[in-house]
């Protein structure tokens, strides 16, 4: 295991890429975005937006929102800063949370019209449960829909443009089809997706009817209908998770002010709030790969100056893969599993080469030192 010389990227992030100097690739997008033009970039997205509206359609974009930090701004910047009509496309997460129910209805709240979605719970729970067993990713399944229902509703409404939030090519440093650009049309090709195909979550008893909301569109529809999709991020200099974290939060965003931060493993309170799913989730990554959801906030914190290596090193240490019993519990009971089940389940997709199990305690202990790899 490897660390970027600069932030604290490991090389266990799957499909991560390193230059010869040992500097992972998000942050030399970092350094390049020095040199980028930042008014031309502004220039294109307005135009994007001034092609957007010279459509003429009920809608000018569709916005997928989950009323969290970067999708609140970015529907406030399409509707206030490019002039948009926008429509906003809400897919219930699993398992939504009391702070996730009222941040989306704030930003809603704030004069939208919004789509709201949600899948069938029984099956969910369903491609949860198997998903946690298959992958040992138990999220991946609500990702689906997550990522397939602005493009879907941007093709049955024809509404010309679809705004995404990041690009992961640019700002984790990844590589692996998502382009390093602002279109965003073939985000079903990032690791998260790998394809988008809903088949690929079938379990036994289902039908792919059974998982039309999981299934990303055929890119062909796009072409068809002249739809746009574009990453926010690539066209706006402000884009950053504290700086609309910041936005987010001046518009009435509740993050998880209660909590203790070894509960939701992540020094900061602004994200994953509309599901505790994604907290168990981060403790399982961590597991497998060695780092956690305080890695990637670490590693903004660095790249974007407001922590040096060496402190974001504490951060890590402290709070990484860490999950509250309670998230456990509420879990194993939603997909009816004792906790030793889940513990063994978890136990088995544990990367031995970067774990091993203390004898007396049970416990999984860490191979590596953060910052500086297997020791
Ligand atoms: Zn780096």
Known sequence: MNYCKKCLQPDTRPDIKFNNEGICYACIYEDEKKNIDWDMRKD????????????NRDYDCVVGVSGGKDSTFQAFYAKEKLGLNVLLVNCEPDCLTEIGKYNIENLINHGFDCIKLRQNPRILRK???SAFYKWGNPIKPSEYPLYASANKVAINFNIPLVIQGENAALTLGVSNGLGSDGNALNVNKGNTLAGGNAKDLLVDSLTEKDLSMYQYPEQDLFMQKDIKGIYLQYYTKEWSQVGNA??????????RSTESLYD???????????????ILNQMIKYYKFGFGFATD???YDIREGRLSREDAIWYVEEYDGKCGEKYIED???????????????VDSFVNKNLFFKDKYTGRWIPKFKVGVGIV
């Open 264 to 278: 939701i493993g992540r020094y900061r309170r602004y994200t994953a709030l509309d599901s505790d799913m994604q």
């Open 44 to 55: 294109e997205l307005q135009k994007i937006a001034d092609w957007a509206k010279s459509k």
């Open 297 to 299: 906030e670490a590693c």
């Open 246 to 255: 910041d936005f987010a939060i001046a518009r009435g965003l509740r993050g």
């Open 127 to 129: 491609l949860t449960k």
């Open 331 to 345: 879990f194993c009971e939603y997909i009816d599993i004792s906790i030793n089940e889940f513990w063994e389940v």
